[in-house]
């Protein structure tokens, strides 16, 4: 009974990602993780890691002054900061003391393009 009740939630996903949030240009934490997810076929498990990794990677651009809490408008149009994926990988290890490889964060910061391509904050 166990095993049968194991493989007939095999095919319910994980979580969902809301296909109306296309091109809304609305960064979202949660739907992040999500689509994630989904891409890389993880487990339900995978899910706090692969946010941890998210909550890494905007504690770097918040360090490194990419983002700030309060944005001004007329200083957003350009940016001299520009942001090395290799430096972010390091300081969510070393930093934030994400518990993933080196390798997993890279592949999650790879596809999270993917995502912010869905939203349509960056084109390819």
Do not use: H
């Amino acid at each position: 009974m166990t095993l049968l009740s194991f493989f007939g939630c095999k095919n319910e996903p994980i979580c969902t990602v809301n296909e109306n949030n296309a091109g809304k240009q609305i960064y979202d934490l949660d739907e992040a993780t999500c689509f994630i997810a989904l891409k890389l076929n993880k487990k339900k498990s995978d899910l706090n890691l692969i946010r941890s990794a998210l909550i890494a990677e905007e504690n770097y651009m918040n360090k490194i002054g990419l983002i700030s809490e309060n944005p001004n408008p007329e200083s957003e149009s350009e940016s001299n900061v520009e942001m090395d994926i290799n430096e972010m990988v390091d300081y969510a290890l070393n930093e934030e003391k994400v518990d993933l490889t080196k390798d997993e964060l890279t592949e999650i910061y790879d596809t999270e393009i993917e995502y912010l391509m869905f939203i349509g904050v960056v084109e390819e």
